[in-house]
């Protein structure tokens, strides 16, 4: 939203991370802009006490990609939860549509399959200018919204088996 800052946040409201393990897929296409997207997410986790070697990050070619790179994480790794950072700029042609579509449809679908946190991180723009604004630049970071649900929803996850 235009309006909100997405690195503003409550820090009161964030519990302690201390313990838990991440995972982030980051996208290589628009690498600008899912570098910062990743350096956030990732500054806004050691911020709530994840240690920096409590974070996988992996690398896949494009933001279609991130539902089937978040599914092997999960199936590689014991995550509290895992993040998908992508970026997908509105060309032309209906290409957007169906990349957007898919990557959300997945996400969701991660979520039910694994009972697990998958974080939808993807930037949906029309142009660089928004992808930049909200990527460190005057919306804040897209990387720190996602890292701050992240731990508030493996914190319920674990909290609700206790």
């Known amino acids: 939203m235009a309006t909100k800052d997405l690195s503003e946040y409550d820090t009161s409201k964030v519990p302690s991370a201390e313990g838990m393990r991440f995972g982030i897929v980051v996208s290589e296409w628009n690498q600008e802009i899912t570098g910062a997207l990743a350096e ?14 409590d974070i996988k990050v992996i690398y896949v070619p494009g933001s279609f990609e991130l539902p089937l790179g978040g599914q092997f994480l999960a199936e590689s790794d014991e995550l509290d939860a895992i993040i998908l950072l992508g970026c997908v700029i509105q060309g032309e042609t209906r ?5 957007c579509l898919g990557v959300t449809q ?36 897209k990387g720190d ?17 206790k």
């Open 95 to 99: 290409h957007f549509d169906f990349i």
């Open 40 to 53: 956030g997410a990732i500054r806004t986790l050691l911020k709530h006490g994840i240690k920096k070697e």
């Open 106 to 141: 997945g996400t969701v679908e991660l979520n039910l399959k694994y009972n697990k946190p998958f974080i939808f991180g993807l930037l949906t723009t029309e142009n660089l200018e928004q992808a930049k604004a909200r990527s460190g630049g005057r919306h804040g970071n």
């Open 145 to 161: 919204e996602a890292a701050v649900t992240a731990i508030k929803m493996a914190s319920l996850k674990k909290d609700l088996r």
